[in-house]
């Protein structure tokens, strides 16, 4: 029998360093007036709870969503339509047109989510990097730009070549 594989996607730890600055901020301007600002602390506890309680889990069955205040939203993967990006948030898109959050995925997560979900997610950043490795960026006078791969650009070096030449014997 296959082995199983799963990702689980977190936020960011250092998250809870923000928090931690967040709550000694508010310490220290609740101090002027505690009647009325007593609650200011309670906001980084509530970020510190998402931080830790949000997650979502990726494996062979679909992908699961866990928001820090809400159930999680499985979504098997005939169901998904894609993943995008908005603002600063992922989400899933399914085929019925439902948008799910999915709490610790992020654009540096796309390598480990293709591989978790066996290419049923495509690194569409990564491939385009390594495609354009390969190429060759030519810059016109009028700053417009070109990519072209190496043969193509050997090609119309010796192109520029020629042209120079028959330039300089008339």
Do not use: C
């Not at 007036?33 to 830790?52: A, K, Q, R, S």
């Not at 005939?78 to 654009?107: C, H, M, W, Y």
Request: aromatic fraction near 8%; charge should be negative.
């Amino acid at each position: 029998m296959a082995e199983q594989q799963h990702h689980v996607f977190r936020p960011e730890r250092t998250h809870l360093l923000a928090a931690i600055i967040m709550i000694l901020l508010s310490l220290f301007i609740i101090g002027s007036d505690l009647l009325y600002l007593f609650w200011l602390p309670l906001l980084p506890v509530v970020f510190i709870m998402w931080v830790v309680r949000a997650h979502t889990i990726v494996d062979d069955t679909g992908i699961t969503a866990h928001p820090a205040f809400a159930q999680p939203t499985t979504t098997d993967w005939a169901d998904i339509a894609g993943i995008g990006f908005g603002r600063s948030q992922a989400f899933l898109q399914t085929k019925e047109g439902k948008k799910i959050t999915l709490p610790g995925v992020t654009f540096n997560s796309l390598p480990q989510l293709e591989a978790t979900s066996a290419g049923r997610i495509p690194d569409a950043l990564t491939q385009g990097r390594q495609a354009a490795d390969d190429k060759v960026v030519i810059v016109h006078k009028d700053g417009r730009q070109v990519l072209v791969d190496k043969q193509e650009y050997e090609r119309l070096a010796a192109e520029d070549v020629d042209k120079q030449a028959k330039t300089d014997s008339d």
